[in-house]
């Protein structure tokens, strides 16, 4: 249901209080595969709903955040041609 996950813990105390202390992140191919994932979740049918509840009351002030590959750079069916999204740019034109 998703491509990967990882789970990070700030170290040293080099993060600033609103960061938090644990950083998961999810990745997904596309937001459908974000949406499929969510359904299955609200299914809320065993053993997921188990483990979400489990989860869920040991989270607190949790904050979310969807980021996307800067610099929003696909390549094309050939290899050597990068195409860029409207209105993107490298910063050398």
């Given amino acids: 249901m998703i491509e990967s996950w990882r789970i990070t813990r700030s170290k040293l105390g080099l993060a600033q209080p609103e960061f938090g ?3 998961l992140m999810i990745e997904v191919k596309d937001l459908a595969q974000l949406d499929q994932a969510f359904d299955h979740v ?9 483990f979400h509840f489990g ?4 989270v607190q002030n949790v904050r979310f955040a969807l980021y996307r590959d800067f610099c929003n750079v ?11 999204e409207p ?3 490298l910063g050398n034109d």
Avoid: Y
Wanted: no cysteine; hydrophobic share 35%.
């Fill in 42 to 50: 609200a299914e809320r049918s065993e053993p997921t709903e188990g």
């Fill in 21 to 23: 202390e644990f950083h």
């Fill in 74 to 84: 696909r390549l094309s069916p050939k290899a050597d041609i990068v195409q860029l």
């Fill in 87 to 89: 209105g993107v740019s």
């Fill in 55 to 58: 989860v869920n009351s040991l």
